[in-house]
């Protein structure tokens, strides 16, 4: 028997890079998400799709503890999980985020330019002498490789002498190339730029030795998420001296760490951080990629001429060569500085001269420092675009004026999700929407906006062809803010709009609209439609909504009825002629009679001798949203029927016997079950919330109001944190 200890295995890099790709995919979201509250137990393997229990996938903390574990077992293991690990970055706590800020930007006060080069070189020439004989022998031959790179790296790259170029008083090194005297480069683009000089010397000295990437110690150039969802400074015992001038989250932090991540795709902002989205910020984050190749750069023609300081040509250059940014949330952002910032963009980098210029005399007519910038700049006719970005959230970025909101906008033309709920966008950016001929909206959100008209609904819904193929459709409105659509214009979306026709939509929200019940007839059937608004509807009988859900949307799962029908109104309103008052108990009675009964439950069938599957419920109706009067009058509920709050103030009448749950062992997936045991897992979980009486977290409830940006789930995505709470928490 053979005692000797065993060794490890040493797997090649790629097998290692690809196992820790698929830890961190695990964790991932599916494109089909659950319509439930995630479940962070573990109950099992996640298997199908879409599956609230088992999840559809890993709890991201499982995948990021794994992936940590495998950067202990040695060095080759660290460089593979280690990017993975830095991929997504989701701000919490103060300290984090200068932990972070200390870990990803450069300290120059710290560690200068030069030792940085000079570390960096002298590393790469020891790497290359471990692979080449001469080199490793040689003490004087390795001094000699190294003094070459240097002095490639620090002559400008100039094929014509630049006293033939431009007088000497003018003379400047050339912008191309990023020059080691810059007081303040980016970390990841110096060590590009060193490993490029080195390659160079050893294709012509040692053409036969192999030269790693030179190695960065900052993981800033692994990061593609970067979110302040989940940042907040309450209960720090902080005076508002110090929540003023003692700031966290500053500008100039948020600069520093952003030109270090070339690769960051997805940004998150809240209000709780929104002072610090200066101008600088603002460039960083919507400049980076194509629009700094194409706009900004002194070329020939009708481009730009640029006349500034050569620290903005070398961020141009920089940006020129990260990555377009995919996803912006920008939720709730309102404070001056943002609004001030994202004035100046748009007047400097999006509208043209005249036009901004007009802009500044009638909003900001004290803010000098845009103008001197502009002085130096004559712009080309036409307007910046950003074609990288395909999903924008505005919501509630309500402190932003129409004439800057509408460049902004249009200045994006691969949008696909675009939420602009609470916001002043007026008809004019609905029209110049609609008239977009690259512009294909898969979820649109336009809630609470109440300088759009009817008409603009209709026309961008019906006549334009940016609406085509649109997913999701979020056009909520309450008693204080109710949708501007005429009883005719609404008769159009619904019979012409191709969404609709179509038969797409899977999610749809016509809160506070004129829907009546031959209106609900014209509906084309709705296969695909999973939550649907129709709150703030007073005159609609429940039996129409019981009809056109049996007959025209079956799959329907969740359903909104707060402050809806005369039958449930509790009482609050007025009766008509020859009516009594209602009650709170008689609502309670005729939402089971007419809705959750005929919807809800299997029709009755009876066998002594055939074991036939029982029948199906008519529809898959299980969540519905009620008014808090109405969830009152229903107490404990009814059978498995319980009543879920949020953390603010929603709530839902829950069926907890049923969900869509993974069958194991039939290979079939998941199936939505209306009668799960009350020991089973799932069943327990919805117990518990309703058992919280709203003493929740905020990414708990269903069909929610703001749009999921970072990840593209839109609508029928799941947040929490503060986009948790605007999503489920609070009614507008």
Same mark, same amino acid.
């Given at each position: 028997m053979n005692t000797s200890p065993s060794r490890p295995l040493h797997y090649p890099s790629e097998l290692q890079n690809v196992i820790c790709t698929c830890i961190y995919s695990f964790c991932l979201?599916?494109?089909?998400?659950?319509?439930?509250?995630?479940?962070?137990r573990d109950y099992g393997t996640p298997t199908a799709l879409p599956s609230s229990l088992p999840g559809s996938s890993w709890p991201e903390s499982v995948a990021r503890r794994t992936l940590a574990n495998l950067c202990l077992v040695n060095h080759t293991w660290y460089e593979a999980a280690k990017?993975?690990?830095?991929?997504?970055?989701?701000?919490?706590?103060?300290?984090?985020?200068?932990?972070?800020?200390?870990?990803?930007?450069?300290?120059?006060?710290?560690?200068?330019?030069?030792?940085?080069?000079?570390?960096?070189?002298?590393?790469?020439?020891?790497?290359?002498?471990?692979?080449?004989?001469?080199?490793?022998v040689s003490r004087d031959h390795r001094k000699s490789l190294e003094e070459s790179i240097f002095e490639t790296f620090a002559i400008p790259n100039e094929s014509i002498s630049p006293e033939l170029l431009s007088p000497a008083v003018s003379r400047d090194p050339s912008p191309r190339r990023l020059r080691p005297k810059s007081k303040s480069p980016a970390r990841w683009k110096l060590i590009r730029s060193i490993s490029d000089a080195i390659q160079n010397v050893l294709v012509q000295r040692e053409p036969s030795v192999y030269m790693p990437t030179p190695n960065d110690p900052r993981p800033g150039r692994f990061v593609r998420h970067l979110d302040f969802n989940h940042f907040r400074t309450i209960g720090m015992r902080r005076s508002i001296d110090e929540g003023v001038h003692g700031r966290f989250v500053t500008g100039d932090r948020v600069e520093a760490i952003l030109k270090e991540m070339p690769n960051l795709a997805v940004f998150g902002a809240t209000e709780y951080m929104d002072g610090a989205l200066t101008l600088p910020v603002l460039k960083e984050l919507f400049l980076r990629g194509a629009p700094s190749r194409g706009r900004g750069r002194p070329s020939r023609g009708r481009s730009p001429v640029i006349d500034i300081r050569d620290t903005e040509e070398e961020d141009r250059e920089r940006r020129r060569e990260s990555r377009d940014l995919e996803a912006v949330d920008l939720t709730g952002c309102v404070s001056a500085v943002f609004v001030n910032a994202l004035t100046e963009f748009v007047n400097t980098y999006v509208l043209p001269q005249a036009e901004a210029e007009t802009s500044d005399n009638e909003g900001n007519a004290n803010d000098l420092s845009g103008r001197q910038l502009r002085r130096g700049v004559r712009f080309r006719e036409e307007p910046l675009t950003i074609p990288g970005l395909q999903r924008l959230g505005l919501r509630g970025v309500k402190s932003v004026m129409s004439r800057i909101l509408s460049p902004f906008v249009l200045a994006f033309p691969s949008l696909t999700h675009l939420d602009l709920s609470g916001t002043r966008v007026t008809p004019d950016i609905l029209l110049a929407l609609g008239e977009s001929s690259t512009v294909r909206l898969q979820s649109l959100a336009l809630a609470r906006c109440v300088r759009l008209t009817s008409t603009s609904f209709k026309t961008l819904l019906v006549d334009s062809q940016v609406t085509n193929e649109l997913r999701e459709l979020n056009l909520y409105g309450d008693a204080t803010f109710a949708t501007d659509l005429s009883e005719s214009h609404l008769r159009d979306i619904i019979t012409k709009a191709p969404c609709f026709t179509k038969g797409i939509l899977t999610y749809l929200d016509l809160s506070s609209a004129p829907l009546t019940r031959d209106l609900l007839n014209l509906f084309r059937p709705q296969p695909k439609l999973r939550s649907l608004g129709l709150s703030h509807i007073p005159h609609i009988e429940l039996k129409a909504i019981s009809d056109f859900l049996k007959t025209k949307a079956p799959n329907v799962e969740i359903l909104t009825l707060v402050s809806t029908s005369p039958e449930l109104d509790c009482g609050l309103r007025p009766p008509t002629a020859g009516a009594q008052r209602g009650s709170a108990r008689q609502s309670s009675v005729t939402l089971h009679t007419q809705l959750i009964r005929p919807l809800c439950t299997p029709p009755f069938s009876f066998s002594l001798t055939s074991r036939s599957p029982s029948a199906l419920p008519p529809t898959n109706l299980r969540v519905v949203e009620l008014s808090t009067i109405l969830l009152a009058g229903l107490g404990?509920?009814? $059978?498995?029927?319980?009543?879920?709050?949020?953390? &603010?103030?929603? /709530?839902?009448?829950?069926?907890?016997?049923? !969900?869509?749950?993974a069958q194991f062992g039939s290979g079939g997936g998941s199936v939505l079950r209306r009668d799960l045991e009350p020991d089973h897992p799932f069943r327990v979980e919805m117990e518990k919330l309703s058992n919280a009486n709203g003493n929740v977290t905020s990414g708990v409830g269903w069909h929610a109001r703001k749009m999921e940006i970072l990840h $593209?789930?839109?609508?029928?995505?799941?947040?929490? &944190?503060?986009? /948790?709470?605007?999503?489920?928490?609070?009614? !507008?």
């Amino acid at each position: 028997m053979n005692t000797s200890p065993s060794r490890p295995l040493h797997y090649p890099s790629e097998l290692q890079n690809v196992i820790c790709t698929c830890i961190y995919s695990f964790c991932l979201q599916a494109d089909v998400p659950s319509l439930d509250p995630l479940i962070q137990r573990d109950y099992g393997t996640p298997t199908a799709l879409p599956s609230s229990l088992p999840g559809s996938s890993w709890p991201e903390s499982v995948a990021r503890r794994t992936l940590a574990n495998l950067c202990l077992v040695n060095h080759t293991w660290y460089e593979a999980a280690k990017p993975w690990l830095w991929t997504k970055i989701e701000v919490r706590l103060p300290i984090t985020w200068l932990s972070l800020v200390e870990e990803i930007a450069w300290d120059y006060d710290e560690e200068t330019v030069d030792q940085v080069i000079d570390t960096t070189i002298k590393a790469a020439v020891k790497a290359a002498a471990r692979s080449s004989r001469s080199l490793s022998v040689s003490r004087d031959h390795r001094k000699s490789l190294e003094e070459s790179i240097f002095e490639t790296f620090a002559i400008p790259n100039e094929s014509i002498s630049p006293e033939l170029l431009s007088p000497a008083v003018s003379r400047d090194p050339s912008p191309r190339r990023l020059r080691p005297k810059s007081k303040s480069p980016a970390r990841w683009k110096l060590i590009r730029s060193i490993s490029d000089a080195i390659q160079n010397v050893l294709v012509q000295r040692e053409p036969s030795v192999y030269m790693p990437t030179p190695n960065d110690p900052r993981p800033g150039r692994f990061v593609r998420h970067l979110d302040f969802n989940h940042f907040r400074t309450i209960g720090m015992r902080r005076s508002i001296d110090e929540g003023v001038h003692g700031r966290f989250v500053t500008g100039d932090r948020v600069e520093a760490i952003l030109k270090e991540m070339p690769n960051l795709a997805v940004f998150g902002a809240t209000e709780y951080m929104d002072g610090a989205l200066t101008l600088p910020v603002l460039k960083e984050l919507f400049l980076r990629g194509a629009p700094s190749r194409g706009r900004g750069r002194p070329s020939r023609g009708r481009s730009p001429v640029i006349d500034i300081r050569d620290t903005e040509e070398e961020d141009r250059e920089r940006r020129r060569e990260s990555r377009d940014l995919e996803a912006v949330d920008l939720t709730g952002c309102v404070s001056a500085v943002f609004v001030n910032a994202l004035t100046e963009f748009v007047n400097t980098y999006v509208l043209p001269q005249a036009e901004a210029e007009t802009s500044d005399n009638e909003g900001n007519a004290n803010d000098l420092s845009g103008r001197q910038l502009r002085r130096g700049v004559r712009f080309r006719e036409e307007p910046l675009t950003i074609p990288g970005l395909q999903r924008l959230g505005l919501r509630g970025v309500k402190s932003v004026m129409s004439r800057i909101l509408s460049p902004f906008v249009l200045a994006f033309p691969s949008l696909t999700h675009l939420d602009l709920s609470g916001t002043r966008v007026t008809p004019d950016i609905l029209l110049a929407l609609g008239e977009s001929s690259t512009v294909r909206l898969q979820s649109l959100a336009l809630a609470r906006c109440v300088r759009l008209t009817s008409t603009s609904f209709k026309t961008l819904l019906v006549d334009s062809q940016v609406t085509n193929e649109l997913r999701e459709l979020n056009l909520y409105g309450d008693a204080t803010f109710a949708t501007d659509l005429s009883e005719s214009h609404l008769r159009d979306i619904i019979t012409k709009a191709p969404c609709f026709t179509k038969g797409i939509l899977t999610y749809l929200d016509l809160s506070s609209a004129p829907l009546t019940r031959d209106l609900l007839n014209l509906f084309r059937p709705q296969p695909k439609l999973r939550s649907l608004g129709l709150s703030h509807i007073p005159h609609i009988e429940l039996k129409a909504i019981s009809d056109f859900l049996k007959t025209k949307a079956p799959n329907v799962e969740i359903l909104t009825l707060v402050s809806t029908s005369p039958e449930l109104d509790c009482g609050l309103r007025p009766p008509t002629a020859g009516a009594q008052r209602g009650s709170a108990r008689q609502s309670s009675v005729t939402l089971h009679t007419q809705l959750i009964r005929p919807l809800c439950t299997p029709p009755f069938s009876f066998s002594l001798t055939s074991r036939s599957p029982s029948a199906l419920p008519p529809t898959n109706l299980r969540v519905v949203e009620l008014s808090t009067i109405l969830l009152a009058g229903l107490g404990a509920g009814a $059978g498995a029927w319980r009543i879920i709050k949020s953390k &603010g103030g929603r /709530g839902w009448y829950v069926d907890t016997a049923s !969900g869509w749950v993974a069958q194991f062992g039939s290979g079939g997936g998941s199936v939505l079950r209306r009668d799960l045991e009350p020991d089973h897992p799932f069943r327990v979980e919805m117990e518990k919330l309703s058992n919280a009486n709203g003493n929740v977290t905020s990414g708990v409830g269903w069909h929610a109001r703001k749009m999921e940006i970072l990840h $593209g789930h839109g609508m029928l995505g799941r947040e929490d &944190g503060l986009y /948790g709470a605007a999503s489920f928490a609070h009614q !507008g």
